[in-house]
């Protein structure tokens, strides 16, 4: 764990007192139990640790600076990690997947949705293939018929692009993962892993969010001799911040509020700003709202992922 706090001068009349100056967009102060702790957050371990940790920290150093509150950013092991911790109260806003933000605001009642990435409204997965398995692109949903008998994985059992739009995906083409592989079908763990377990041959296919696609052959870290791009899935909306229920109680009155605004004015408007976006492959962060994942849900459900 990592702990963020912006310095700041205080006069000897107010050492001691904590204060959280809620400055974007509150309208105004909120007042901070003495000794009610830092602002704890999280995102769900969907990427290289290294990756996940330094995009996190940077984001932890902005709301520290924006919001003048310490800010500590607390990795989690999995995807189920982080919705527990964030039910049982030890974790504040958690960068979440689709599915994860829904089953962590099924879990927590009062969690709000404050915002999301301008790419995560109309995401995307993608279908990747290692090329000795014989499996050329593909057209339409109805063409992932072409994936049975091979051996394939998917991501993380949570994971909203790397398992349930996959899934659900591949059930419109009447593929049923559990009947019609080669074999069970596998968890990577993260986009990561998938890409290079396919890239390995430990299996023949595999689905990813088209983010993490994108930015690992643009980096060049792919071999795209050895492995391809099959098919670029419908769009979905997908990543957001969750909020805890309970945060005006204890870092003051309207602070859920300032918290959501500071996610907004995250916009790109000096380099350090820019450079933290690129860090979420975003260009801006948008308004989101429950709603956005209705579809999302009942998917889990059909999927019997939700219960």
């Not at 509150?26 to 990756?51: H, K, Y």
């Not at 709202?289 to 219960?307: G, H, K, T, V």
Request: hydrophobic share 40%; glycine share 10%.
């Amino acid at each position: 764990m990592s702990m963020v706090r912006r310095s700041r001068s205080l006069s000897a009349a107010v050492i001691g007192v904590a204060v959280a100056l809620v400055t974007a967009g509150c309208g105004g102060s909120a007042d901070v139990e003495e000794g009610s702790g830092p602002l704890r957050i999280s995102a769900i371990p969907d990427v290289d640790p290294s990756d996940l940790a330094e995009r996190e920290e940077a984001m932890a150093a902005y709301l520290a600076d924006e919001l003048d509150v310490e800010v500590e950013y607390v990795p989690v092991s999995d995807y189920a990690a982080s919705v527990s911790l964030f039910g049982t109260g030890d974790l504040d806003l958690v960068f979440y997947g689709g599915l994860t933000g829904v089953q962590a605001r099924l879990r927590t009642e009062g969690a709000r949705v404050l915002a999301q990435r301008d790419i995560d409204e109309r995401f995307r997965s993608v279908f990747i293939a290692h090329r000795d398995a014989g499996l050329d692109p593909i057209d339409d949903v109805a063409g992932l018929s072409v994936l049975e008998d091979s051996r394939f994985t998917f991501g993380s059992e949570s994971s909203t692009s790397g398992r349930l739009m996959p899934a659900y995906f591949l059930d419109q083409a009447r593929i049923d993962p559990e009947a019609d592989f080669a074999g069970a079908p596998g968890f990577s763990g993260s986009h990561d892993l998938t890409i290079d377990l396919v890239e390995s041959g430990s299996y023949e296919a595999g689905a990813l969010n088209q983010q993490v696609w994108q930015a690992r052959t643009e980096a060049g870290t792919v071999d795209t001799d050895t492995v391809q791009k099959i098919f670029t899935t419908p769009e979905y909306a997908d990543y957001h911040w969750v909020g805890a229920p309970g945060l005006d109680e204890r870092l003051g009155a309207g602070f859920t509020d300032g918290l959501r605004q500071a996610l907004l004015d995250l916009d790109g408007s000096d380099a350090e700003e820019t450079e933290l976006l690129e860090k979420y492959g975003a260009e801006a962060i948008i308004p989101a709202a429950p709603a956005d994942y209705d579809r999302i849900e009942e998917i889990a459900r059909a999927l019997d992922l939700i219960r």
